[in-house]
C-alpha cells in the first residue's frame, strides 16, 4: 500500500460537526493581534467567534496589515491547535508546481520528482491549511481548489486514488476580489466557497490610535532578539502618528527595527527618523505643549477643557469619564487600560484624537461641517485641529 493510499484511510472531513466545547482548548498560547482600537477590537472579537468552528475563513486586509496573524491565531483559538498550521504562498510558487505543493505527487509523476512527497494538505491533516495570495492563483489551480472544498478529496499528481482530507481552509489576500471576478481573473464560486466567514484587517492609518501599543510590543521583541531597546520621545510618537503607513503593521516594524539599530540604548527623537517620517515643517511641537489641549484634560484635569472639547473625548468613549467610573474604565474598555509598562499618555491620547478625527472625515465624505457634527465640534474648531493634526480635507465646508 502506496503513503498516498494509506493516508486516504483517514477519518473523513469534519466540516459538518457541531462546534466543540473551547473550554477544552485554553487559548493561553495564541498571539492576538496588538491593539485596542474599535476596528482591531472587532477583528479579535471575529477571530474569537470564528475559531471554534470549522468554517472557512476569507482574511483580507492591504499588505502588512497582519492576515497572516489573524489566521495564525484562528487556529491557535481552534480545536485544531495541536495539529499543524501549514502555511503556502499561493502567489510565489509557480502554477505548475501549485499543484503538486498543495496535493503532493507520486515518484516519477513528473521530470523531477524522485520520490513520492506529501503535499500540504496532506502535511495540515487535522489542522489549517492557510492559502495566503489566493488572489494571485491561476484559474487551473482555482478549479483544483474549488473541488477540494467541495467535496473534501483531492488526487496527488500521478495518482487517481482520491485522498480524503480533514482540514480547515483559511485564505488571505490584499486584492479587491470582486474587482478580480469582475475582470474574470477569480471565479465567483471560488470567492462565495471561501467567503463563508470574512475577516477585514484595518489597515494602520484607521487605527493608528494603536500604534503606541505596537512600538511597544517591537520594541519588547527586539530586546528578545537581542537588539538594543530604545524609548520614544513623545513628540517622535506623535509626528509617526502622522504618517501614512502604506506598509501598514510590516513597515512599523521594520522602522522599530532599523532605530534600535540605529538609536538603541537612548531616546528616539524626530531628527533620528528617516525623513519620510519627520512631520511637516509647519507642526510645532512645542506649540502643542504650551497650549491647553484635550491631552491634558484626558488624564481627569477636565477643568482644563472647554465643554465641546470634553464632549468628543468623553462621548466617543476614546477617555474614561474618570479612572474610578465603573461604567467605563474596567479592564474591557481596553483603550483605558493601562498596560503593564506604563504608557506615553500624550502620544496615546493624540493618536487617538487622530484616529476618531480621521473616521469622521471619512464617514463624512471629506466634508469638514459634518465631520464636524459627528465630532460635535464647531466647524471653525475643527478646521483648526486638521491644521495642527497635518490632516487635509476634502473640503473645508
Ligand atoms: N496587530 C498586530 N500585532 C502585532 N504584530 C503585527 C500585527 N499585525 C501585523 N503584525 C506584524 O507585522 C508583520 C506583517 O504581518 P503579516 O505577515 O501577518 O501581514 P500580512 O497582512 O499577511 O502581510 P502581506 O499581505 O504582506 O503578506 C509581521 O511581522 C507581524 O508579526
Ligand atoms: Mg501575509
Same mark, same amino acid.
Given at each position: 500500500m502506496s503513503a498516498a493510499q494509506s493516508f486516504s484511510g ?5 466540516? !459538518? ?27 479579535? &472579537?471575529?477571530?474569537? !467567534? ?111 486514488v ?58 519588547? !521583541?527586539?530586546? &528578545? ?101 465603573? &461604567? ?70
Open positions: 483517514l477519518a473523513p472531513g469534519s466540516g !459538518q460537526s457541531a462546534p466543540p466545547d473551547l473550554a477544552a482548548f485554553p487559548a493561553a498560547a495564541a498571539r492576538l493581534p496588538t491593539g485596542n482600537s474599535p476596528a482591531i477590537r472587532e477583528v479579535i &472579537s471575529l477571530i474569537r !467567534q470564528v475559531a471554534g468552528h470549522h468554517s472557512t475563513v476569507l482574511i483580507l486586509g492591504e499588505s502588512g496589515t497582519g492576515k497572516e496573524v489573524a489566521a495564525r491565531a484562528i487556529h491557535d483559538l481552534s480545536p485544531r491547535r495541536n495539529r499543524p498550521f501549514v502555511a503556502v504562498n499561493c502567489g510565489a510558487i509557480p502554477t505548475e508546481l501549485l499543484e503538486s505543493e498543495l496535493f503532493g505527487h507520486e515518484k516519477g509523476s513528473f521530470t523531477g520528482a524522485i520520490a513520492a512527497r506529501k503535499g500540504r494538505f496532506e502535511i495540515a491533516e487535522g489542522g489549517t491549511l492557510f492559502l495566503d495570495e489566493i488572489g494571485d492563483m491561476s484559474p487551473s489551480m482555482q478549479v483544483k481548489l474549488l473541488r477540494v472544498l467541495q467535496e473534501r478529496v483531492f488526487e496527488r499528481v500521478g495518482n487517481h482520491p485522498l480524503r482530507c480533514n482540514v480547515r481552509i483559511i485564505a488571505a489576500t490584499h486584492r479587491n476580489l470582486e474587482d478580480s471576478i469582475a475582470r474574470g481573473t477569480f471565479r465567483e464560486d471560488l470567492f462565495h466557497r471561501l467567503n463563508v466567514f470574512p475577516v477585514d484587517m484595518p489597515p494602520l492609518r484607521r487605527r493608528i490610535e494603536d500604534l503606541p501599543l505596537l512600538v511597544r510590543d517591537f520594541v519588547a !521583541q527586539n530586546v &528578545s532578539d537581542g537588539r538594543p531597546a530604545v524609548q520614544f520621545a513623545q513628540r517622535t510618537l506623535a509626528a509617526l502618528a502622522l504618517h501614512g503607513w502604506t506598509g501598514n503593521v510590516r513597515e512599523l516594524s521594520n522602522l522599530i527595527e532599523r532605530l534600535s539599530i540605529i538609536a538603541g540604548g537612548r531616546i528616539v527623537q524626530i531628527e533620528d527618523l528617516p525623513m519620510k517620517y519627520r512631520p511637516p515643517e509647519d507642526w510645532v511641537w512645542e506649540e502643542r505643549q504650551t497650549e491647553r489641549s484635550e491631552m491634558e484634560a484626558a488624564v481627569g484635569e477636565k477643568d482644563l477643557l472647554d465643554d465641546e472639547e470634553a464632549f468628543t473625548l468623553l462621548e466617543t468613549g476614546a477617555i474614561a469619564a474618570s479612572p474610578a467610573s465603573p &461604567s467605563r474604565a474596567g479592564a474591557s474598555d481596553a483603550l483605558t487600560a493601562l498596560p503593564e509598562a506604563g504608557i506615553d499618555l500624550r502620544a496615546h491620547l493624540l493618536s487617538i484624537e487622530r484616529g476618531l478625527v480621521q473616521q469622521a472625515l471619512e464617514r463624512a465624505s471629506g466634508t469638514v461641517a459634518h465631520a464636524a457634527r459627528l465630532l460635535n465640534l464647531r466647524r471653525t474648531t475643527l478646521v483648526e485641529k486638521l491644521r495642527k493634526l497635518g490632516i487635509e480635507a476634502a473640503t473645508e465646508v
